[in-house]
């Protein structure tokens, strides 16, 4: 809860892993207004943006905003709640490619329909 709520922070840093966030949040407006092609785009940018939070597990990051040397975060690995993240992140596209071949294939059908009638 602390790196979502203070993850911004990390730009000071150089550490861009937490903007995946809101990239998700757009992501998921796009599907809700069927723009598909939109929400799997913002949704692979999403992902490669939550994959640099990798880089956390190399570098430390600032435990407060003072940013003083002494009080540093560091992560030593992967937990379940990293990888029930980047899979959120990751159901975004999936679900727009989903979507938009759903989409495709019932204008074909439609269009196939008004054909033969």
């Not at 979502?4 to 990239?23: D, R, S, Y």
């Amino acid at each position: 809860m602390t790196l979502l709520l203070c993850g911004w922070l990390g730009a000071v840093e150089m550490q861009w892993g937490w903007f995946a966030n809101p990239l998700l949040l757009l992501t998921l407006i796009l599907l809700l207004m069927g723009r598909y092609r939109g929400a799997f785009w913002v949704g692979v940018v999403a992902v490669l943006v939550g994959l640099s939070t990798l880089s956390w597990y190399q570098h430390s990051i600032p435990a407060d905003e003072g940013g003083s040397p002494d009080r540093q975060l560091e992560l030593l690995y992967p937990t379940l709640g990293f990888f029930f993240w980047l899979g959120s992140l990751v159901a975004g596209p999936a679900c727009a490619s989903i979507l938009a071949k759903r989409e495709v294939e019932a204008k074909a059908a439609a269009s196939r329909d008004s054909v033969v009638v």
